[in-house]
């Protein structure tokens, strides 16, 4: 999944930030918060709290919605 890809798609009130483009792109290759969070050596919190914003920004309300947008925006 291309990050630049996932990003660009939203306006600039929404944009997804890098780091949260790279945490979409983990949970869509399905790791969970605590991979994500060893791999960019973040706190579980960290990644929680931006996981939460992808959401929000993507107007997703489930982890499996967030998946299946991940996986179609990919």
Do not use: P, W
């Not at 994500?36 to 931006?50: G, M, Y």
């Amino acid at each position: 999944m291309d990050c630049e890809k996932i990003s660009s798609r939203y306006s600039s009130d929404n944009q997804l930030t890098n780091r949260e483009s790279e945490i979409l792109q983990l949970i869509a290759d399905g790791k969970t918060n605590k991979e994500i969070a060893n791999f960019l050596q973040l706190s579980r919190k960290t990644v929680e709290t931006h996981r939460l914003n992808i959401m929000k920004k993507l107007d997703v309300h489930s982890g499996i919605e967030l998946i299946k947008t991940a996986l179609r925006m990919g």
